[in-house]
């Protein structure tokens, strides 16, 4: 009787790693684009709802993510009680550091997924942290709550703005 040849039980091991590991990563990448697809669509601001301090609350916002091959992009289209506008564009993807444009208060964004519903960034500005944020999508998915804070000694910072979902896109499959 022969022994197996020397090939046989790496290649095995290999085989069944694959059987393990291919449904565990299919299973995690599921859970990233359940968390984006709730967030996919148009939101605007309901300003009545949403608290500013110190003040004083924005006049206007909508937001849109949209999903492309590189992964989700957000948009948001901000008007501000003294007149002035700003579009800002960024990528919203998880754990890593990435670009913002549009607005001169932060130049970069890093998100990090709670859960499925509960996303938090830190926004930076020249590599010095700007401010913290955290969104929450409701379970029924039409409301988004976006928290954010700075402490700076003389700059504090503590919103509360909540969003309307008015349009759904539906997630490409």
Not at 76 to 85: F, K, L, N, Q, S
Not at 93 to 107: I, K, M, N, W
Not at 118 to 124: D, I, K, R
């Amino acid at each position: 009787m022969r022994g197996l040849p020397r090939w046989f039980v790496p290649t095995l091991l290999g085989a069944a790693l694959l059987v393990v590991a291919v449904p565990v990563q299919l299973a995690a990448q599921r859970e990233v684009t359940a968390e984006s697809d709730h967030l996919l669509g148009t939101w605007r601001l309901n300003v009545a709802k949403s608290k500013y301090s110190p003040g004083p609350p924005l006049r206007s916002e909508t937001r849109i993510y949209t999903r492309d091959a590189e992964g989700v992009k957000g948009r948001i289209d901000r008007h501000y009680a003294d007149g002035r506008h700003e579009v800002i564009d960024y990528r919203a993807d998880f754990d890593r550091e990435l670009p913002v444009s549009g607005t001169q208060a932060y130049d970069a964004i890093r998100l990090k997924r709670v859960d499925a519903r509960t996303t938090e960034g830190v926004l930076s500005h020249a590599g010095r942290v700007f401010g913290t944020s955290r969104r929450t999508i409701s379970e029924d998915g039409q409301t988004m709550t976006i928290s954010f804070r700075r402490e700076e000694p003389g700059d504090m910072i503590n919103n509360l703005a909540v969003y309307d979902k008015v349009m759904t896109i539906a997630p490409a499959r």
